[in-house]
């Protein structure tokens, strides 16, 4: 069956940077856009980045630009989150999903497969 693990979640000081890996098992996944999302306590769920299936692609939320980067590696199914200059209001849990063929929407309904997310803490 198809499943996505996240890992590199923890709790880090605000300034620090953090990077989270997605390995995909069980899918095609050079069809798959991919995308980071992430939730905090009592918000919903906002698309944090997201990357086309060949990687040419890349899509980042506003707040985020010129701090975290997205990438993929067909090769491995892999797809990363860097994320750096992290600030307070980057808490969150952070899931990775795929979409088959298509990348960047920002609907969690149009995502086919979720990863059980990973919890990232920043403190003061």
């Known amino acids: 069956q198809v499943q996505l693990v996240e890992s590199g979640g923890g709790l880090v000081q605000a300034g620090d940077s953090l990077r989270l890996s997605c390995a995909a098992s069980?899918?095609?996944?050079?069809?798959?856009?991919m995308g980071w999302f992430r939730q905090a306590p009592a918000k919903e769920r906002e698309l944090v980045a997201a990357i086309s299936r060949s990687g040419g692609s890349t899509y980042l939320t506003d707040s985020v630009k010129g701090r975290f980067t997205i990438s993929r590696d067909n090769a491995k199914n892999m797809v990363d989150l860097q994320m750096n200059s992290l600030k307070l209001e980057d808490t969150a849990v952070y899931y990775c999903?795929?979409?088959?063929?298509?990348?960047?929407?920002?609907?969690?309904?149009?995502?086919?497969?979720w990863g059980q997310g990973t919890q990232v803490t920043v403190s003061s």
């Open positions: 999903a795929a979409q088959w063929f298509r990348f960047g929407s920002s609907l969690p309904g149009e995502y086919d497969y």
């Open positions: 069980g899918l095609t996944f050079s069809r798959y856009g």
